[in-house]
């Protein structure tokens, strides 16, 4: 029943506890919604990653969670941070993490972003020509070039990265001219987000080895690190396929050294960059139930006092995602509920069918799988105020983001 959930979850007595915290205590002293991150699930994936690539280097993709907090954790673990804006960026430096363990990626970067890279030490991600002379004047000392091989990955279209047409990364020809004309240290390459199967990611490991002996053939040149992205996704429902790092991780471990000594290429450095697979399932959603309301022979809602201003995946990826009563966890089921968010949108629906005992005003449901791109992409949609941010560990929760206030919202008003 609570596979989905962090990997310190446990429901003594039928409630559910997180990090040995109880739900209702946590929504008791911090409020909801309430994003909860499970401290020993995220040191678990960051530790998996290093051991199943232990000579590369791992970066946490902060797009998927911006938080000084989790990039000090991830920090402690031996991670570095991959960043593709100015404020990301910030968050990685106000923790500490050195230029030397960042990488500044981004189709569209401002010349303050190319400039702000330098001043860190920061290597930097060439995807567009422009970027070259920008990052040249600038004084980056390492560049990478994003090339795009052209690959469908299994995944929804809007976060597929690697196809032909992607506004991402610089076509085959485009990638080797911009080699020609010097300075580019190594080669980056992803394809897309959640994926839970090998095929397109191992075809992509090939054609990339394919594509380094071409760049030696005709450029005499040799890359001295490979990055290949992230990407591994997370279950978010019964049913989904998993697939552990160590399997995702082997896959291109294995088919660059495979790769490289078939073209008799020197093995270089790898680089990857998950986001959804490090913190993605040690996040838990807390929200509180409000209206339970029956509108058809079919359908009865059960408002909860977020939705897609704390979580937009549903609505822009058809994202799907489970939820149990905190507090009756092992209770029979007395219905299928549609859980819909408080927004003026009839769109604002979370989970179109759930199997629940019956809902009351004031129940707690909580929500797993909820770590990634939920409120690192959330809005102040309806001047609805973020979430806090919670991290649990061994009985003890600690605020790592505070709730914002009708004050901070009108606090920006001119």
Not at 50 to 58: G, K, N, Q, S, T
Not at 73 to 91: D, Q
């Amino acid at each position: 029943m609570l596979d989905l959930f962090p990997d310190s979850a446990a429901a003594p007595g039928g409630e559910l506890a997180v990090g040995g915290v109880a739900a209702s205590a946590l929504a008791a002293e911090f409020g909801t919604p309430l994003l909860v991150y499970c401290e020993q699930t995220l040191r678990a994936r960051a530790r998996a990653y290093r051991e199943a690539a232990p000579r590369a280097r791992i970066l946490y993709s902060v797009k998927a969670f911006p938080s000084v907090a989790l990039l000090r954790l991830f920090a402690e673990e031996g991670l570095g941070a991959e960043v593709s804006a100015l404020g990301e960026l910030e968050f990685a430096e106000r923790a500490g993490i050195s230029g030397a363990q960042i990488l500044v990626d981004g189709n569209n970067k401002s010349d303050e972003e190319i400039s702000a890279a330098a001043r860190a030490g920061a290597a930097l991600v060439v995807d567009a020509f422009d970027d070259l002379d920008r990052a040249a004047a600038a004084g980056v000392s390492s560049l990478l070039v994003r090339v795009t091989p052209g690959v469908d990955a299994e995944t929804h279209d809007a976060i597929r990265t690697g196809h032909t047409g992607s506004k991402f990364g610089l076509p085959p020809e485009d990638a080797l001219a911009a080699i020609a004309r010097g300075g580019i240290d190594g080669l980056h390459v992803h394809i897309g987000s959640q994926l839970l199967a090998l095929g397109a990611l191992r075809m992509t490991v090939d054609w990339l080895t394919a594509f380094m002996a071409r760049a030696r053939a005709e450029l005499g040149w040799a890359p001295g690190t490979v990055d290949f992205g992230g990407g591994l996704g997370i279950r978010h429902v019964d049913g989904d396929p998993a697939l552990p790092v160590d399997r995702f991780v082997g896959a291109i471990v294995d088919g660059l050294e495979q790769g490289c000594r078939l073209h008799g290429l020197p093995l270089p450095e790898l680089i990857l960059e998950p986001g959804r697979s490090l913190v993605g399932d040690g996040g838990v959603t807390l929200y509180r139930i409000g209206v339970v309301k029956r509108t058809g022979d079919a359908t009865t809602y059960v408002a909860i006092d977020g939705g897609m201003s704390d979580n937009p995946r549903p609505q822009l990826y058809g994202a799907h995602f489970t939820g149990v009563l905190a507090t009756r966890v092992v209770d029979p089921p007395a219905g299928t509920f549609t859980i819909c968010g408080k927004h003026c949108e009839s769109g604002d629906v979370l989970i179109d069918r759930l199997a629940l005992p019956q809902p009351r005003r004031g129940d707690l449901l909580a929500v797993p799988a909820t770590g990634a791109y939920t409120l690192g992409m959330s809005s102040n949609y309806n001047g609805v105020p973020r979430p806090a941010a919670v991290l649990v560990r061994a009985g003890e929760a600690r605020l790592i983001r505070r709730r914002e206030s009708l004050d901070d919202l009108l606090a920006l008003e001119a």
